[in-house]
């Protein structure tokens, strides 16, 4: 509040040198205020009586910049006490003012930086005084009725204002006091100042109820707030205590020593608590409070400010801090260290599984607060995912290493396990340019008969909303649950998939001895993909399918057919040895009602398993919450097939399967029918 008090110390001194001036009856008022006005840009004095010897009073002063009147006070009276002057004193009995009302902040002038450096003096924590002819002395200030509008901070408030001041001897005190009168709340200021004696002795007390000035600009107004600061001490080491509370569960204490000299240069040494669970999310508040901290900074006159200890202990861990930041040019450089303790501590933030015994991470960071480049290394130890192949490939401390920047932000990161790796490079700016690289060279490590390499090359390119999307990844070997994939080469390529999408992919691998290959091409046809040519091949199966797909809806608008005119090389690598016969398959998709439909029908016309043979045809319709199909089966020593339909049905979470009878089929008859809703 120190600066609302500046117009009226102003209008105190102009009283005082035009009452003085004026002769007790000659001048007029009309004449006083003009001169006034003169001297103070946006100053308006209205109403102005009185003489030097009793006391000159205004009737209403405005100030007001380019926006308007953004300060008014009404009744504004000035008592002296003239016989001081033969001591060398100034001195006002009482500067009062009935009502002082402020509208909003003014408009700052535009001004020139000064050219070269501060005279000696003029910076630093002790600020220079005026040097006075005489000295000053406010025996009583006083305003009945402080009003602050809604646009000052943010909510409408009334005071009052006492308090009283001294400049003597190059020494200044003051006391101040605030106290609401809408509403509970009140700030005291008690302060002693001697530049010269390098002595600054600083106390301020704030007490607010919740919905008061300071919780509603924290934005937590439903908290009460209370403040205690002390400053004591030379300029070059003085005392800092601060102890802050907002509500139960937020609060700040803190001590130490602070210091800034004359030349610019300044520092702190600082310890204290701080509890605020209340401004981070929940799951969070548990690890980071209530925290220890610890700060060792300094900043010479015209260098960085250097950072030899800035230390935080959490419930999880600690953090540190050290380096040097460069403020007026915004560079950082400095680096961040955090040790973490066991992963129980983060339960509710992990996937299930996932647990460490202790993180270790260390981050440089350099650039500049606009454009940071970050140099990044973390290894856990002991580390399990819960997942045993995930497990065997990243061991118990796999690191992840590489820098970051922004703008991007631009990665180029690696998380190197065990055995195996995954870097990551590229840009997320728009448009997206980012490339990941897998590299699994033992695939035996993940068990189960698994043997082999892998390499896997990923691209994301474009706008991140539809990117184009390619994938690559080679094998010359790869065994899986006894199953043994070799010359694996699969190439992909996805484009647009939110807006006009354009795929292809081509797989060619052999499965046991078996040919494996895939070839898929589909254009956009407006937001859907169309299935151009689809043919999946393993063995001597051939499944080929055409149509619409809608990525969106997940709906296929099309048909399909399956050929295997040999089912024992199928029926060997499916693990059923004495599978013999033929298969053919067709189908055809479309939407039902919002969700996917489907009219299959499968015959097998030679079918022979542990020495028993046949046919076999089955039809199925309908979509996968409501279903019927139906089978004929017949034996080579049956002298009629069988028959059998069933129907399927998911109703709000329940299911229930029918069978619909057994009968003979003297001829193929169609699907049976869906049963009603």
Known sequence: ????????????????????????????????????????????????????????VAERITLSDAQGIWLTMQEVRLDLAPTALLRGVLRLEALDAALVRVERLPVAPTLSPPAGNPPPGQGGLLPALPDLPVDLSLDHLGVQRLELAEAVLGQAAVFSLTGSAGLEAGRLAADLSLRRLDREGSVALNLALAPKANRLNARVELREPEGGLVPTLLGLPQHPVTLELNLDGPADGAA????????????????????????????????????????????????????????????????????????????????????TFDIAREVPDLTIRLALDQAARFAPLLPQGVAWEALQAEAHVTGTLSAPEVRLEATPRAFTTGIRQADAV??????????????GP??????????????????????????????????????????????????????LSDPTVTLAARSGQLTLAGRTLRGISLDARLEAPATAPWAEAQLEATLDGQPVSLVLRGRPDARRLRLEQARLQVG??????????????????????????????????????????????????????????????????????????????????????????????????????????????????????????????????????????
């Open 1 to 56: 509040m120190a600066p609302r008090l500046v117009p009226l110390v102003t209008l105190a001194l102009f009283l005082i040198g035009a009452a003085m001036a004026q002769d007790d009856a000659a001048r007029s008022p009309s004449f006083l205020e003009r001169q006034l006005e003169t001297l103070v840009p946006g100053l308006r004095v209205e109403g102005l009586s009185g003489a030097w010897r009793a006391a000159p």
């Open 240 to 323: 800092l205590s601060v102890q802050a509370q907002l509500g139960p569960e937020i609060a700040l204490d803190v001590q130490g020593t602070v210091r800034s000299l004359a030349d610019g240069s300044f520092g702190a040494r600082l310890q204290g608590q701080a509890r605020a669970a209340p401004l981070v999310p929940a799951e969070y508040a548990g690890l980071l409070f209530p925290a220890q901290l610890t700060l060792d900074a300094d900043r010479s006159a015209n260098g960085p400010l250097a950072i030899s200890e800035l230390r935080l202990k959490m419930p999880s861990g600690q953090g540190s801090v050290n380096g």
């Open 540 to 677: 001597p199966g051939v499944l080929t399918a055409t149509g619409i797909l809608d990525p969106d809806a997940l709906l296929f608008d099309g048909s399909a057919q399956l050929d295997a005119p040999a089912l024992a090389p199928l029926g060997r690598l499916a693990g059923i040895e004495g599978l013999e016969g033929q298969l053919r398959a067709s189908g055809e998709f479309g939407p039902r009602d919002g969700v996917q439909g489907f009219d299959l029908a499968l015959e097998a016309p030679r079918l022979a398993y542990a020495g028993n043979s046949g046919r076999l045809r089955a039809t199925a319709k309908g979509t996968p919450g409501a279903f019927a199909w139906g089978q004929r089966l017949r034996h080579s020593r049956a002298r009629s097939p069988r028959a059998a339909a069933w129907r399927w049905r998911t109703r709000a979470g329940r299911q229930s399967l029918q069978r619909c009878g057994s009968r003979l089929w003297e001829r193929r008859s169609a699907s049976p029918p869906l049963p009603g809703p």
């Open 394 to 407: 990243l061991g118990a401390s796999p690191t992840l290493s590489g820098t970051a920047s922004l703008p």
């Open 410 to 463: 631009r990665i180029d990161m690696t998380f190197q396990g065990q055995e195996g790796q995954l870097a990551v490079v590229g840009s997320l700016a728009e448009p997206a340019d980012l490339t990941a690289r897998l590299v699994l060279p033992r695939l035996e490590v993940l068990g189960a008969g698994s043997e082999g390499a892998l390499e896997a090359t990923a691209q994301v390119a474009g706008p």
